[in-house]
């Protein structure tokens, strides 16, 4: 189960903090991302990250502004959002799926992606707004 929790609203300016709690599923073995979706738009990945080794990544347009952490003690993800601008308003929607592991010798886990179509597991949503 994914459920996500934190969106309200908020000035320009102004930070918000989402939670992903997981539960069902071992989070070592996870990729669990952030993504959004804008009234009439596709649904973008915004970040991920790899609990077990905190492999992370960022949309481009969120660098320096969000910080995606992981509390593996209680199998939660953060998503620490700074400096919100009114395009960032959508619902946002935490997702996760297990990596995939390189043929390798251990076995290592590749990168979590921003590719919504990597992630099987999706939370309700929810959602953000930003005023001017």
């Known amino acids: 189960q994914v459920v996500e929790s934190g969106g309200g609203l908020v000035q320009a300016g102004g930070s918000l903090r989402l939670s992903c709690a997981v539960s069902g599923f071992s989070f070592d073995e996870l990729a669990i991302g952030w993504f959004r979706q804008a009234p009439g738009k596709e649904r973008e990945g915004v970040s991920c990250i790899g609990p077990k080794d905190g492999a992370t990544s960022y949309a481009d347009s969120v660098k320096g502004r969000f910080t995606i952490s992981s509390a593996n003690a209680t199998n939660t993800v953060y998503l620490q959002m700074n400096s919100l601008k009114p395009e960032d308003t959508a619902v946002y929607y935490c997702?996760?799926?297990?990596?995939?592991?390189?043929?390798?010798?251990?076995?290592?886990?590749?990168?979590?992606?921003?590719?919504?179509?990597?992630?099987?597991?999706w939370g309700q949503g929810t959602q953000v707004t930003v005023s001017t």
């Open positions: 997702a996760a799926d297990f990596r995939t592991l390189r043929a390798s010798n251990p076995p290592i886990p590749i990168a979590p992606t921003l590719d919504p179509w990597d992630y099987s597991y």
